[in-house]
């Protein structure tokens, strides 16, 4: 069960977040924007919108490795201010909003011009339609009314259809003629126009935003990202293409539906009709998209305390930032309102946007040079593409800001500015810079070590209780002393964790005593290191998330094996087996062991072992496990044990199938240690287990599944020994991961 | 015959502030000194596949605030309890399956009020609850106390 929310609070794979990154690209841009941008620079205007995909590409790049370095709602507000401290966080957090408001202003007023197809109206009529729409979608944010991933897809896909059935049908009406001159405004006239139509781009940033709800982020976020830039970039320069090729300039540039007078051309009343409903869905769907990012902006804010957390109260009953909605709802009506042209709003949100994001290349280098402890991104910027992707990208954005018109320079400068006054006069007095600062990392070392990710094998252990160190350490030992041949050693960790409302620094301060016990803990492991006559390092931490530090830690430490205590019971709340210990399990690459210890007192030995040997991915590593903990001990003995179910159809026997396994298992981890093989064949798998390992002091199995800890505790075989076996339980889980779980084989075997 | 329990294990999600405590209030006189497995849980909805109304580590701190009313309401009557955070995309759906999950004997919550329109717009989780469940459940009264502090 645990696992499975863990699952769905990442709910994006690859297809949603690319759908969403579309929903919110595809807007209002490529349907109200050709007339403006053909206005300006003629034909080449699809090179405009070309120039912007380019440039939107690399911030992708960026955003990328930011995002999966850092997968926190906020998006690039939040990468920035980590990077860059508050000043320029505040800079940019104000111009996200900003940018989102004058976006969604701007779509909505493309949403009533699209109206006029229907109903002929004058601007006033089209400001009105557009405030109705935008208390509209305020009202379904505020109320949180359901929407749903399907419809978000039936959306997209309409959308995308639609453009496409546009593009192919246009082409082949495109007349040569009609696209020349080519570029009459001159090229300094295209990249000013690239300035404008950027804003048709600024969508891809709500998959970063999302970054902590998708799966696998390190491969879908990057993919995503960049499919989300590449595909509208084709659809509008392609748009461009058979808008310029159809109509003159002139028609084009007095069209306030340009897509839809252009489709009239060549498909008739329907194509315009069908681009009029795109057109409109387009604008609402990415409205609705904007004022959501918006209020994740300002929740990132609230978080750093750079904005007031006032505004991101979560209403009681309807579950949303309602507060944030209706402030920025509020200026988009006033926005709609206000006689700034549709053309300008757009211009204002792709100059926030690209001092947003000429800011977030900064910050790419900023964290490469600076490599933070916690920072290590999944995705990296290939070697040969840096750093020439953040630096072209800064120039690149820095020029089309240069071009932009002098109005729109003010008002954005203006959306800057309120970010500094707002930094110099309220959040410099409130910013309290988070991160893993309260790390104190105590590099005693032991014995021989290598600081930094060395060659040896690194057992990572992290400890809480001053009871049962000592026997997590000889197991994490004995693991280590199997490697000696490198240099093998420990790395205990503890952990302070803090609450999220409290800065990690104030309550550093105020908790002398749990800080004064994390020195005690971390001695003693010192000593019962010395002791095992293994190196050890030890690391304090402070942190609000137990689980993330450790994770760090692993990662940091480029770790081989982490071994972590495992109470075997369900007391903690939130997860099954302790939030601890989920994201740890779940999420390290490297081999994990948990271990339950079967009492609190003391354990002499190691004693005799006992690994179960089933068909699972996790088999071989459970031998390992097994055989490591014998080697340390002499008198110690290895059973590696195999359980049937009796099945008379099979050729061989019970006892032979069990036998072939356990051998073929063995040769697999070429296993250099004495040891008896065991088979037991029995109706319940469970019932024959626990009684066969009884007599062991020591029983090693494989988790069930990658990723799925905690599932294991309702029900499967783990669990049960955990819980109800004697002696102790030493949980095996390794490194590389196999689509088919040991549970998933169980329950094939259990139906049979 | 021993009788089938109903309140040995009872799974109990809270919505919001108001409700964390209405619902503590509500259940602690049958459970107060009593062996009984109370299961607290918080479901933080997802859309599935469109962007959320809100961050989910936004809707993950308020559930952590939520079990702080929860954890004080208790504290002082001596109910032990575990707090879970559900993820899902049917709030209902998500307590029926935890329920399920952690094998408990009903489910108890006590109703939030709300305009039918309101209803309508959100979603009748307490209908749904009442229609869907495979096992009981308990619908308390909300008893409501004079010194709410908020």
Known sequence: MADQQQELARDLGFLEAYTIGLGTMIGAGIFVLPSIAADAAGPASMISFLIGGVVSLLAALSLSELATGMPKAGGSYYYVNRALGGFFGSIVGWGMWGGLMFASAFYMLGFGQYLTYFVPMGATGVAIAALVMAVLLVAVNYYGVKETGALQNVIVIALVGLIIVFIAFGVLNVDMSTLRPFNPEGWGAVAATAGTVYVSFIGFEVIATSAEEIKNPSRNLPLSMIAAVVTPTLLYVLVMFVSTGSLSIDLLAESSIPVADVAEEF????????????????????????????????????????????????????????????????????????????????????????????????????????????????????????????????????????????????????????????????????????????????????????NGGGEGYRVVVPLANPKTERDLLRFAAASAHAHEDGDAEL?????????????????????????????????????????????????????????????????????????????????????????????????????????????????????????????????????????????????????????????????????????????????????????????????????????????????????????????????????????????????????????????????????? | MAHKPLLDCVFVPIASAEDARATARAVTPYLRDRDATVVVGHVIEKAGGAPDKASVEQRERLAEDLFDVVDDEFASENVSHECHVLYGTDVAETIIDAADDFDADAIVFTPRGGSRWLRLLTGDVSLSLVTQSDRPVVVLPDVEEADTDG
Request: proline share 4%.
């Open chain 1, 267 to 450: 498909l008739g009343s329907v194509g315009a009709l069908a681009m009029v409903v795109g057109a409109v869905l387009a604008t609402v769907s990415s409205a609705n998209a904007s004022i959501l990012s918006a209020a994740r902006v300002n929740f990132a804010m609230g978080r750093d305390n750079i904005l007031t957390n006032w505004l991101n109260e979560v209403h009681n009953r309807f579950r949303t930032p309602y507060r944030a909605i209706l402030a920025t709802g509020v200026i988009i009506l006033v926005l709609i309102a206000s006689p700034v042209p549709i053309g300008t709003l757009a211009e204002v949100a792709s100059f926030s946007y690209l001092v947003t994001y000429s800011l977030v290349h900064v910050s790419v280098m900023v964290m490469r040079r600076a490599d933070p402890e916690d920072y290590d991104p999944a995705f990296q910027i290939p070697d040969v593409l840096y750093p020439v992707v953040p630096a072209v990208g800064f120039v690149a954005s820095l020029a089309i800001l240069a071009q932009m018109n002098t109005v729109v320079t003010l008002v954005g400068i203006t959306i800057v500015g309120v970010g500094v006054v707002w930094y110099l006069g309220y959040a410099r007095n409130q910013n309290i810079k988070e991160g893993l600062v309260g790390e104190a990392i105590a590099p005693e070392p032991t014995r021989a070590t290598t």
């Open chain 1, 491 to 752: 790395v205990a960790v503890n952990v302070i964790e803090v609450p999220r409302q409290t800065s990690l620094e104030q309550d550093v301060a105020f908790e002398e005593e749990r800080v004064s016990r994390q020195q005690e803990l971390l001695d003693q492991a010192r000593d019962i290191a010395a002791e095992l006559d293994v190196g050890l390092r030890t690391r304090a931490i402070v942190s609000h998330d137990a689980g993330d530090a450790i994770l760090d830690v692993v990662e940091d430490e480029d770790a081989d094996h982490v071994v972590l205590g495992w109470r075997g019971s369900r007391t903690t709340r939130e997860h099954v087996l302790g939030s601890t210990l989920d994201p740890v399990v779940d999420r390290s690459f490297c081999e994990a062991s948990l271990i339950n210890l079967a009492s609190e007192t003391e354990l002499d030995r190691i004693g005799d072992v006992v690994a179960l040997v089933g068909e699972g991915p996790n088999a071989p590593v459970t031998v390992k496990r097994a055989a490591e903990f014998v080697a340390i001990e002499d008198d110690a003995t290895l059973t590696l044990l195999n359980i049937q179910t009796p099945d008379d159809d099979a050729d061989a026997s019970a006892e032979e199938r069990g036998h072939d396994l356990v051998e073929r298992v063995a040769a697999d981890v070429s296993l250099d240690v004495d040891y008896d093989t065991e088979v037991v064949v029995g109706d319940d798998v469970e019932a024959t287990a626990l009684e066969a390992v009884d007599a062991y002091d020591t029983v090693c199995v494989g988790a069930t599944r990658e990723g799925a800890v905690s599932q294991t505790l309702f029900g499967s075989l783990p669990e049960t020994l955990g819980e109800r076996a004697s002696g102790t339980v030493v949980m095996a889980q390794g490194a590389s991961r196999s689509p088919q779980s040991i549970r998933e084989a169980f329950i094939k075997r259990l139906s049979r």
